[in-house]
């Protein structure tokens, strides 16, 4: 549980600091920039199962290692998705404007859904990495231990 609240924490700073840089060089109407999220959703998922099979080789197969994607996903999502509630709220409410009026369905946004779509885009995007992640370091293993 320990590496999972590590690469979280990794995670969730990760996220904030490209927030925050999008934001101060006013890239934040750049869709497109999301993307690095997901680069730092598979890097914290990666690393985090490559210290877990390091730890415990015999306990990592698909079922533990994909919930631990998914606690890692959930556990760098929520206090990321918490930020925003906190943002929209007290630091910058015209930017909860400013996405009403430029985003897809934008009308219908508000702090509740947003906080929930974060979640479920962290969840997706946990499903999809911690997948591939699995297959890649259960492989990898696999050489390794026949070499």
Avoid: W
């Amino acid at each position: 549980m320990k590496i999972i609240i590590k690469y979280s924490s990794f995670m969730f700073a990760g996220y904030l600091l490209l927030f925050l840089i999008m934001k101060f060089l006013n890239l934040y109407h750049i869709i497109e920039l999301r993307a690095l999220n997901f680069v730092i959703h598979a890097g914290g998922i990666f690393y985090a199962f490559r210290e877990i099979q390091r730890e415990n080789p015999g306990d990592f197969g698909y079922l533990s290692g994909f919930l631990s994607g998914m606690k890692i996903s959930l556990f760098s999502a929520i206090p990321f998705a918490l930020f925003m509630m906190f943002y929209l709220t007290f630091i910058d409410p015209e930017f909860l404007q400013y996405l009403k009026e430029s985003a897809l369905s934008g009308a219908y946004i508000t702090k509740g859904k947003l906080f929930i779509g974060l979640c479920a885009e962290a969840l997706g995007s946990g499903i999809l990495i911690s997948y591939i992640a699995m297959r890649y370091t259960i492989m990898l293993s696999s050489y390794r231990s026949q070499h």
